[in-house]
């Protein structure tokens, strides 16, 4: 059975006035629970709607802070010209110091655009860990290289799409975010290397497959079980 978690949070997905459009119900049921994401103030989740580079930057965040809304404070040193006294410009200075995010090359973020597949799962994987410089997350090929890692880390796991070109729904967001709390966390191992003038470093890769973003930012841990009993059905009928 799928990990279960009972709280507040639960009416919270049952009460969403279009709940039964959503295709990923598992990953938007639990980032419900565990206060990754909500519905719209008009009652519903909206699905199909697509989320912008500003909203995705949020959510990272917030899982960042194991499902809670970080206190950053004011923006003092805008990174991107366009993102002065806009919503979210704690937040995508906090994933911009970390990495996660970067700019259009031109002094801009672009916050209201919509973000890709690719775009989201190369957030996800630096959030998860990885370099984005060390592992060719930027530059001509960088949708290339994020493609590769993202489906080895299963990020596109239940996700059916023409492209990762194509813009994040609401729906899929859920998936992906929900496939990377439960991927392992990376590290890197540096050994310095001199050839008695100058001192470099060689970075190696540590996958650590047992700790993964539900332990260590959420404390959850995933059980595997079979359930004989519950308050709807007992063992015998």
């Known amino acids: 059975v799928s990990m279960m978690v009972v709280g507040a949070g639960a009416a919270s997905y049952d009460d969403f006035s279009d709940k039964d459009k959503i ?104 959030a998860i860990g990885y370099n984005a410089d060390i592992e060719g997350y930027v530059g001509a090929n960088w949708q290339i290289n994020t493609d590769v890692k993202a489906n080895q880390q299963d990020l596109y796991e239940g996700i059916t799409a023409t492209s990762t070109s194509v813009d994040l729904t609401r729906d899929n967001a859920a998936q992906m975010v929900w496939n990377a709390l439960d991927a392992g966390v990376v590290s890197y191992d540096y050994t310095l290397i001199t050839d008695g003038s100058s001192i470099t470093s060689s970075p190696t890769l540590i996958d650590n497959e047992s700790k993964t973003l539900l332990t260590d930012k959420f404390k959850v841990s995933k059980l595997e079980g079979v359930i004989v009993a519950n308050e709807n059905a007992t063992s015998t009928g």
């Open 23 to 126: 295709v990923n119900k598992e990953a938007v049921q639990m980032l419900v629970e565990l206060g990754v994401i909500n519905g719209k103030d008009t009652g519903d989740f909206d699905p199909t709607g697509i989320v912008t580079r500003a909203e995705m930057a949020k959510m990272i965040c917030v899982v960042l802070n194991g499902g809670k809304d970080p206190s950053l404070g004011n923006v003092s040193n805008y990174t991107y010209t366009d993102t002065v006294g806009h919503w979210a410009a704690a937040y995508i200075e906090y994933c911009t110091n970390l990495g996660i995010v970067a700019g259009r090359g031109d002094g801009t973020f672009a916050p209201n655009d919509t973000v890709t597949m690719a775009e989201a799962a190369k957030m996800l994987l630096v």
